[in-house]
C-alpha cells in the first residue's frame, strides 16, 4: 500500500500538468495576433465610401413604423467621418431621410439608394422622394442608386426597372445607376445603357463557389477587370465588397477577424494602386440579420453593431480571439475542475483506478478546456431569440456537465444507463441518482445533436456548426463507453435509432458543405462519434422481461420469487474483468 500511493497520486497529477500544458498552448496558438502588411482602416487614408444602415439592437427595417431619431444617426455621421469620405445608403425609409442633412455637417458625401421592390405605388413615391433630396442637397449627394439586387430577389423585370430608372435619371442633374451582383449585370447586359455607370455587388463569401479571404481580394479585382470588358466605356463601381468577422464556413472560405482585416486591407490597397472606386460593406454589424440570414449576415460591419467601436484600430494587431486570456483562464480553471471531480470518486473505489481510466479523464479534460472558450464565444454570437438562446446554452450546458459527470463515472465504473431504464417501466431497481443525471445528460446531448443535425440537413445555408460545444459533451460519454462498457446484453431499439439517424445525417452534411469545410467534417465526425457512443450502450437482456416463471428460476437454482434481473445484474457484475 505504501509503494501504491505515491503512484496513485503521481500518474493524475502528471495528466494535469500535461492537460494544462496543452490547453495553454493551445489558447496561446489560437489567440495570437498578427500584424497584416496593410492596415484595414487608416484614418489618414480615409475609405472611398462605405455601406450605412442606422439600426441598432433590435431595431430593423421591417419595422414599419419605427422611424431613426437624428440623434442616433447623427452620432454615426460623427464617427463615420473620421474614417470615410462617403457613405452609401440602401433607403429613405425609417428616418433615413435624415441622412442628407446631417452627412453634410461632418463633411461626409452621400450615394443615396432608393429600396424599390413589388409595390409599384410605392416605388414611384420613393422615388420622387429621392428626387427632392438630390434637389435639396447639392453638393452632398453625389449619386443615386434606383434599386438594390431587386432583379435578384425576382421583384422586378429588368423592362420595368429600365423605365424607373429612366424616369428617375430624367428629373436629376447626378448620375443615376442600378446595383445587383455582377452575375446579374451579365444576365442583363441591356441596363447598361440607362445607368451613367455600373455598380456591382462581389462579396467572395457568397459566391456560389466560394472564395476564400485569402484570395478573396484578387477575385474581386479580377470580377471588376472582366466586367469592364462587358461594358466599355462605363465606370465600374465596386458598391459592395466584404468579409464577414464572424460565422459559419461555405466550403473553404471562413469569417474571421483575421480573414476580413486582411480582405479590407488588400482590397483598398489594389484599389488605391489600380485607381478604382470601392464601396466597402459595411460600417456596422447589424444583429438584426441573424434572424433571417444567420451568424455570419449580421458580421460584415468595421464597426462593432453593439460597443460601436472599430474593430480594428490602426497599428494594432489582429486576433481572431481578442478576449483568448480570458478564456484561457476559463478552460484552466475547467481543466482542474473535471480532474477534481474525478478525484471525488475514489472514496468509492476499493482499488486504484488504471492509467487508462486517468487518461480518459486527461482527454476529458483537456478537450474542455480549449473548447469551453469558443464554445462560450460562439453561444454569445450565434444565438438570437428566445429558441436561439435556449438552443445553444443547452449546448453548452451539456458540454459543461458532460465531462464533469463522466471524469467522475469513469473512476466509478458507472456505465451509461439506457434510454429505457431512465424512461421506461421499472422491473429493475431504481437507478441511483448518479448514473440518473449521467444519463439525462446523454439523453438531451443526444437530442440536441439530433435538432442540430436536422437543421444542417434541411436548412443550413445559414446555420452555424455547433461543434465546440458539441465535442465538450460527446467525448466523455465516448471515453466512458470505452472504459466502463458492458461486455453483453442487448442493445437498445432508441439508441440504434439516434445512431442510424445521426450516421446518415453526417454523411449528407459532408457531401453537401463540400471537403474544403472544416467546421463541417469536424461536426459531422462528432455526430459519428455519438452515434457510435450510443451504439456501444448495452442493456441486460432480461431487463424487459417479467419475473419469470417459478419452473425456469428453479432450474436456474434460485428461488421461485426471486427476480432474474437482480440476478442477471450480479452475474453481470461478476462477469466484468477486475481492474488491477
Not at 444602415?53 to 433590435?58: D, S
Not at 467621418?81 to 428616418?95: A, F
Not at 448495452?538 to 440476478?567: F, K, S
Amino acid at each position: 500500500m505504501l509503494r501504491t500511493q505515491p503512484i496513485a497520486v503521481r500518474v493524475p497529477l502528471a495528466l494535469l500538468v500535461i492537460s494544462l500544458c496543452l490547453i495553454t498552448a493551445a489558447w496561446w496558438w489560437l489567440g495570437k495576433p498578427i500584424t497584416l502588411p496593410s492596415a484595414p482602416i487608416d484614418p489618414a487614408a480615409k475609405l472611398d465610401c462605405v455601406s450605412y444602415a442606422p439600426f441598432r439592437g433590435e431595431q430593423t427595417p421591417f419595422m414599419h413604423d419605427l422611424v431613426i431619431s437624428p440623434q442616433q444617426i447623427a452620432a454615426d455621421m460623427v464617427q463615420l467621418s473620421k474614417v470615410t469620405r462617403c457613405i452609401r445608403t440602401y433607403s429613405i425609409d425609417n428616418g433615413l431621410d435624415k441622412v442628407p442633412e446631417l452627412a453634410a455637417k461632418v463633411g461626409l458625401k452621400v450615394i443615396l439608394g432608393v429600396w424599390i421592390g413589388r409595390d409599384r405605388v410605392k416605388n414611384a413615391q420613393l422615388v420622387d422622394q429621392a428626387v427632392s433630396l438630390v434637389k435639396n442637397y447639392p453638393g452632398v449627394i453625389t449619386a443615386l442608386i434606383v434599386g438594390s439586387e431587386v432583379l435578384l430577389r425576382g421583384e422586378m423585370t429588368a423592362s420595368d426597372l429600365a423605365q424607373i430608372i429612366r424616369s428617375a435619371k430624367a428629373r436629376v442633374k447626378i448620375p443615376v445607376t442600378y446595383a445587383d451582383v455582377w452575375e446579374f449585370w451579365e444576365r442583363y447586359r441591356e441596363l447598361a445603357a440607362d445607368v451613367d455607370f455600373v455598380t456591382i455587388h462581389i462579396l467572395p463569401y457568397w459566391e456560389d463557389f466560394p472564395v476564400p479571404a485569402e484570395a478573396a481580394a484578387a477575385h474581386v479585382d479580377e470580377i471588376r477587370e472582366r466586367l469592364a470588358v462587358d461594358f466599355p466605356g462605363k465606370e465600374i463601381l465596386i458598391g459592395e465588397a466584404g468579409w464577414p468577422s464572424r460565422g459559419r464556413m461555405r466550403d473553404g472560405a471562413l469569417p474571421s477577424r483575421i480573414g476580413q482585416a486582411r480582405f479590407v486591407g488588400e482590397l483598398l490597397d489594389r484599389a488605391r494602386r489600380e485607381h478604382f472606386r470601392v464601396n466597402l460593406f459595411e460600417a456596422y454589424d447589424e444583429p438584426w440579420k441573424r434572424q433571417w440570414e444567420g451568424t455570419v449576415g449580421g458580421s460584415w460591419g468595421v464597426f462593432d453593431g453593439w460597443s460601436r467601436r472599430l474593430k480594428y484600430p490602426a497599428g494594432a494587431a489582429v486576433s481572431d480571439y481578442p478576449f483568448w486570456k480570458l478564456q484561457l483562464t476559463g478552460g484552466l480553471i475547467f481543466s482542474l475542475c473535471i480532474f477534481g471531480a474525478a478525484l471525488l470518486a475514489l472514496k468509492s473505489r476499493s482499488s486504484l483506478p488504471r492509467l487508462s481510466s486517468w487518461v480518459g479523464v486527461a482527454i476529458s479534460a483537456t478537450v474542455g478546456g480549449v473548447l469551453l472558450g469558443i464554445g462560450a464565444e460562439k453561444m454569445l454570437y450565434e444565438s438570437y431569440g428566445i429558441g436561439g438562446w435556449l438552443l445553444h446554452g443547452s449546448l453548452l450546458g451539456a458540454g459543461v456537465a458532460a465531462p464533469l459527470l463522466c471524469s467522475h463515472a469513469v473512476l466509478a465504473k458507472r456505465e451509461l444507463p439506457t434510454f429505457l431504464e431512465l424512461l421506461g417501466p421499472r422491473e429493475s431497481p431504481p437507478l441511483g441518482w448518479p448514473k440518473q443525471i449521467l444519463g439525462l445528460t446523454l439523453m438531451a446531448t443526444t437530442l440536441l445533436a439530433v435538432v442540430t443535425a436536422l437543421g444542417l440537413v434541411f436548412d443550413g445555408r445559414w446555420r452555424d456548426f455547433p461543434f465546440a460545444s458539441l465535442t465538450m459533451a460527446v467525448v466523455p460519454f465516448w471515453i466512458v463507453t470505452l472504459s466502463n462498457r458492458s461486455r453483453s446484453g442487448a442493445r437498445p431499439a432508441a439508441e440504434e435509432v439516434f445512431a442510424g439517424l445521426l450516421t446518415l445525417a453526417a454523411l449528407y452534411i459532408v457531401f453537401n458543405e463540400g471537403l474544403q469545410n472544416w467546421q463541417s467534417i469536424w461536426t459531422s465526425a462528432i455526430y459519428v462519434l455519438l452515434g457510435a457512443t450510443l451504439w456501444r450502450v448495452r442493456a441486460l437482456r432480461v431487463a424487459v422481461m417479467a419475473p419469470i416463471m417459478p419452473a425456469v428460476a428453479a432450474r436456474a437454482g434460485l428461488e421461485p420469487t426471486t427476480n432474474l434481473v437482480e440476478a442477471a445484474a450480479g452475474h453481470a457484475a461478476e462477469s466484468r474483468l477486475p481492474e488491477p
